[in-house]
């Protein structure tokens, strides 16, 4: 724990921790950063579980800009709210099962771009099968399970 006790003390994460407005800011650019991320790899999950067939599946590349800004908000307001109070964070359950979720959600849509738009891309008509909607189904439930998991940590150990 003597790292967590050093970061909570360091003068980046005591101004998050007792500038009045910081944390609340740091928590709406998760907010937003949660929103891009999880609306864009959702638009594309959805897409490959067969809602709205008449996108092209490679027409939905154009959100994966947006889910990485999304995710590069989360990665440094993330990590601004975590630094603030670093040894309760890490000692929540929740808080490192919300870790689990990202990292498994992480390698689940490295998994889809791998199947999915690999061969969108090569112009195959991409109709996906149970393995890809399994991926797909999972993806949604890893993302949104870190949500639900990200706000139980102020009510759960």
């Given at each position: 724990?003597?790292?967590?006790?050093?970061?909570?003390?360091?003068p980046?994460?005591?101004?998050?921790?007792?500038t009045l407005?910081?944390?609340?800011?740091?928590?709406?650019?998760?907010?937003?950063?949660?929103?891009?991320?999880?609306?864009?790899?959702?638009?594309?999950?959805?897409?490959?579980?067969?809602f709205?067939?008449?996108?092209?599946?490679?027409?939905?590349?154009?959100?994966?800009?947006?889910?990485?800004?999304?995710?590069?908000?989360?990665?440094?307001?993330g990590?601004?709210?975590?630094?603030?109070?670093?040894?309760?964070?890490?000692?929540?359950?929740?808080?490192r099962?919300?870790?689990?979720?990202?990292?498994?959600g992480?390698?689940?849509?490295?998994?889809?771009g791998?199947?999915?738009?690999?061969?969108?891309?090569?112009?195959?008509?991409?109709?996906?099968?149970p393995?890809?909607?399994?991926?797909?189904?999972?993806?949604?439930?890893?993302?949104?399970g870190?949500?639900?998991?990200?706000?139980l940590?102020?009510y759960?150990?």
């Amino acid at each position: 724990m003597g790292f967590l006790e050093w970061l909570q003390t360091t003068p980046p994460a005591l101004f998050v921790a007792e500038t009045l407005w910081a944390y609340p800011l740091f928590e709406t650019l998760h907010t937003i950063g949660m929103t891009l991320l999880v609306g864009a790899l959702g638009l594309v999950n959805l897409r490959v579980l067969g809602f709205k067939r008449e996108l092209p599946v490679v027409g939905t590349l154009d959100f994966l800009p947006l889910a990485w800004l999304g995710f590069t908000l989360n990665l440094i307001s993330g990590l601004a709210l975590f630094s603030s109070d670093a040894v309760y964070f890490w000692s929540s359950i929740t808080f490192r099962v919300k870790l689990t979720l990202i990292l498994l959600g992480g390698i689940n849509a490295f998994l889809l771009g791998q199947s999915v738009f690999r061969e969108a891309r090569a112009g195959y008509a991409v109709a996906a099968g149970p393995g890809v909607r399994l991926v797909a189904a999972s993806s949604l439930l890893f993302w949104f399970g870190a949500i639900a998991a990200g706000r139980l940590i102020a009510y759960l150990p």
